[in-house]
């Protein structure tokens, strides 16, 4: 490593952002949602991940009755847990997966929640499409799973962390985060206070590019880019968490689907370049790589048939369009559940292309269709 390198780049606190992201003015402050969490029991999943964490330390101030947090991670959830109990803030750490139905009515049983954050996710794409079993039994199936326990139980509010990649997917990950938004729309009790909050790439967020180009400098580079022409839509983690709680407190009485309003997005190689000349470092090359698959040069966060609301008062805009018919999704649901069961990868990405018609399968997928991919 060339110590050269990393005199200036320390962690994400060091980095002067706005040059490159122009600080937006949310105008929102973390009080504004006390009265919604107060006394509340709250469940995040994926409460050990950079989102979730994020969304736990930032309930601490909200005063709620119980915290329980939801992770499959050992070392994520054990971090959280310390972390809550230095401040003596009462939780439950479960170590658990929301696609176990058991482990999830269990704690439905016990701990009553009332509001649900749902952060947990497969979202890193090229690790999606090497394991795409695991993508949807997680994804569609833990959302599927926690929706049927928030009617069943009468959640008063759920939000479910989505992404930029599910619109006109090209990823599996994409596709079902496209599904399980689709899927949390279908269901038609009054007063249903279910969201689904579509973000882009989140400084500082586990996976992010940005922790990557970091640690590339930090040992003389190269920093790896796929395509000079990929660009992304970013936002930072204290406005994600804002946007997060905003989209609980804001949604309306029936299953919605709610983007930030942002700025422009950034190329990434523009990301690149600011990140060399933040960290003064000497000498450092940039490399292109091509496009991994489900890999896409630009994200949009409206799909075509979409309609975009006005902008509310904390920068969110709710999006509208087309409902799965609850009609399709049962047998959709049913042909996905035996292709996972059997390992059966043709008969998952046809059963998910029908559920998902706009969803286009990397030609990686296309060509294990065998069913080698585990």
């Given at each position: 490593?060339?110590?050269?390198?990393?005199?200036?780049?320390?962690?994400?606190?060091?980095?002067?952002?706005?040059?490159?992201?122009p600080?937006?003015?949310?105008?929102?402050?973390?009080?504004?949602?006390?009265?919604?969490?107060?006394a509340?029991?709250?469940?995040?999943?994926?409460?050990?991940?950079?989102?979730?964490?994020a969304?736990?330390?930032?309930?601490?101030?909200?005063?709620?009755?119980?915290?329980?947090?939801?992770?499959?991670?050992?070392?994520?959830?054990?971090?959280?847990?310390?972390?809550?109990?230095?401040q003596?803030?009462?939780?439950?750490?479960?170590?658990?997966?929301?696609?176990?139905?058991?482990c999830?009515?269990?704690?439905?049983?016990?701990?009553?929640?009332?509001?649900?954050?749902?952060?947990?996710?497969?979202?890193?794409?090229?690790?999606?499409?090497?394991?795409?079993?695991?993508?949807?039994?997680?994804?569609?199936?833990?959302?599927?799973?926690?929706?049927?326990?928030?009617?069943?139980?009468g959640?008063?509010?759920?939000?479910?962390?989505?992404?930029?990649?599910?619109?006109?997917?090209?990823?599996?990950?994409g596709?079902?985060?496209?599904?399980?938004?689709?899927?949390?729309?279908?269901?038609?009790?009054?007063?249903?206070?279910?969201?689904?909050?579509?973000?882009?790439?989140?400084?500082?967020?586990?996976?992010?590019?940005?922790?990557?180009?970091?640690?590339?400098?930090?040992?003389?580079?190269?920093?790896t880019?796929?395509?000079?022409?990929?660009?992304?839509?970013?936002?930072?983690?204290?406005?994600?968490?804002?946007?997060?709680?905003?989209?609980?407190?804001?949604?309306?009485?029936?299953?919605?689907?709610?983007?930030?309003?942002?700025?422009?997005?950034?190329?990434?190689?523009?990301?690149?370049?600011?990140?060399?000349?933040?960290?003064?470092?000497?000498?450092?090359?940039?490399?292109?790589?091509?496009l991994?698959?489900?890999?896409?040069?630009?994200?949009?966060?409206?799909?075509?048939g979409?309609?975009?609301?006005?902008?509310t008062?904390?920068?969110?805009?709710?999006v509208?369009?087309?409902?799965l018919?609850?009609s399709?999704?049962?047998?959709?649901?049913?042909?996905?559940?035996?292709?996972?069961?059997?390992?059966?990868?043709?008969?998952?990405?046809?059963?998910?292309?029908?559920l998902?018609?706009?969803?286009?399968?990397?030609?990686?997928?296309?060509e294990?269709?065998?069913?080698?991919?585990?």
């Amino acid at each position: 490593m060339n110590e050269a390198n990393c005199l200036m780049i320390l962690n994400l606190d060091d980095i002067h952002w706005d040059s490159l992201f122009p600080p937006s003015s949310d105008g929102v402050d973390l009080a504004t949602f006390t009265q919604l969490h107060a006394a509340k029991s709250i469940l995040v999943t994926g409460a050990g991940g950079s989102i979730g964490a994020a969304l736990v330390r930032a309930m601490t101030a909200l005063n709620p009755g119980q915290l329980v947090l939801v992770d499959s991670s050992e070392q994520n959830l054990y971090s959280i847990h310390k972390q809550l109990s230095s401040q003596s803030m009462h939780h439950v750490p479960v170590l658990g997966s929301v696609a176990d139905e058991r482990c999830m009515r269990d704690i439905f049983v016990r701990f009553r929640p009332q509001i649900v954050y749902h952060a947990a996710a497969l979202k890193h794409v090229p690790l999606s499409e090497m394991n795409p079993f695991a993508v949807i039994e997680n994804n569609v199936f833990g959302t599927a799973t926690l929706d049927d326990l928030a009617s069943e139980y009468g959640l008063e509010r759920l939000v479910m962390v989505s992404t930029d990649k599910s619109v006109a997917p090209e990823s599996i990950m994409g596709a079902s985060k496209r599904l399980a938004e689709m899927m949390l729309q279908t269901r038609k009790e009054e007063h249903r206070h279910v969201t689904s909050i579509r973000l882009g790439n989140v400084l500082g967020s586990e996976g992010s590019v940005v922790l990557l180009f970091l640690e590339q400098i930090a040992r003389g580079g190269p920093i790896t880019v796929t395509d000079p022409n990929v660009e992304r839509y970013f936002i930072t983690m204290d406005s994600t968490v804002l946007r997060v709680l905003a989209a609980a407190a804001d949604c309306p009485a029936h299953p919605s689907i709610a983007i930030p309003v942002l700025g422009n997005p950034v190329k990434i190689s523009d990301l690149a370049r600011f990140l060399i000349a933040e960290s003064r470092a000497k000498n450092i090359q940039i490399t292109y790589t091509g496009l991994r698959p489900g890999d896409k040069l630009r994200e949009k966060f409206v799909a075509p048939g979409e309609s975009v609301s006005h902008e509310t008062r904390n920068l969110l805009q709710w999006v509208g369009g087309p409902h799965l018919a609850v009609s399709h999704l049962a047998p959709g649901l049913a042909e996905l559940r035996a292709a996972v069961k059997h390992r059966n990868l043709g008969q998952l990405l046809f059963a998910l292309m029908d559920l998902v018609p706009e969803y286009l399968p990397s030609a990686y997928l296309r060509e294990h269709m065998s069913g080698t991919v585990s």
